[in-house]
């Protein structure tokens, strides 16, 4: 009992706590009517930060609509973000039955391989309680596969839209597997699609701008100094998306979140 309620007044405290932490430890700047930046001090409290943002919206859509949709990002930098949010004292904050999980993108590979995203994450969504979660795998060995995700996503997600989408972004600019000058840029329907990649000779599964854009909630995770040259690109560099894919993330209706810290931040004259 003593317990139980010790849990409710951690849980009714969640928007309390990131207040004070966006006082405390975040900086949150303004770039345009389409993106905000949250930069951290450190990466370790961005990615605190993170899961923060994970365990208030995952109450609040569950709240609402009985369930919490997310695609999670692949690649290594969510990586620390998941085994944060395996942590007991992050864990117990959400009601993991009510997830449905989705990935971003995924490379043509099966659940095995060491370059699989679902299969890197599963190291984290496999054990208690995260494994609760309903997960549903982006089928990289079948590039058909696209079809049968989307439509998952329309029938699984409340109004066919994705709670909370977190992604990153890569040196060259690209989010999800959209690639500079690849051709899934182009797509303005379709929210799942293989994508060929010419600068990997590969093919890659990935969400499109569609999806991203009915996403109720877009976060966008950029660590380190490396991240900092290409973060200038997209925020204060001539717009031309099919260049710099992360350009095109939000809208001004659903604006996208970047969480970054300082060393990304350098250079970008950001007045925090």
């Known amino acids: 009992m003593i317990e139980e309620l010790v849990l409710q007044k951690i849980k009714a405290s969640i928007t309390i706590n990131i207040l004070s932490f966006l006082k405390v430890f975040m900086k949150r700047v303004t770039i345009d009517e389409r993106r905000q930046v949250f930069v951290a001090k450190t990466a370790e409290e961005a990615y605190e930060f993170c ?3 994970f365990i208030e919206k ?3 859509a569950i709240d609402a609509r009985s369930s919490f949709s997310v695609a999670l990002a692949g690649g290594q930098t969510p990586q620390p973000f ?16 009510r997830l449905d999980l989705f990935w971003s993108d995924e490379r043509c590979v099966p659940p095995e391989s060491p370059e699989s995203n679902y299969g890197n994450a599963m190291h984290y969504f496999s054990t208690p309680p995260l494994d609760q979660a309903k997960k549903y795998r982006l089928i990289g060995e079948n590039k058909e596969s696209t079809k049968e995700y989307e439509k998952k996503l329309k029938k699984i997600c409340s109004e066919g839209r ?3 989408m977190l992604l990153g972004i890569g040196d060259d ?3 999800a597997s959209l690639f500079p000058n690849t051709e899934a840029l182009k797509e303005n329907k379709r929210l799942v699609i293989p994508n060929y990649v010419p600068q990997k000779e590969c093919w890659r599964l990935t969400m499109t701008f569609p999806a991203i854009d009915l996403a109720r909630n877009v976060y966008v995770l950029a660590l380190g100094r490396g991240k900092s040259k290409i973060l200038k690109k997209i925020f204060f ?5 099919i260049e710099t894919p992360a350009q095109r ?3 001004k209706e659903n604006p996208a979140f970047y969480i970054i810290d300082k ?3 350098y250079g970008l004259g950001l007045k925090t």
């Open 51 to 53: 899961v923060h943002i």
């Open 58 to 60: 995952a109450k609040k």
């Open 82 to 97: 998941y085994e944060m949010l395996a942590e007991p004292s992050s864990a117990l904050m959400i009601n993991w039955p």
């Open 162 to 164: 994705l709670d909370l």
């Open 173 to 175: 600019g690209h989010t």
């Open 237 to 241: 560099g001539e717009y031309n998306y």
């Open 249 to 251: 993330i939000g809208t």
């Open 263 to 265: 060393k990304a931040a």
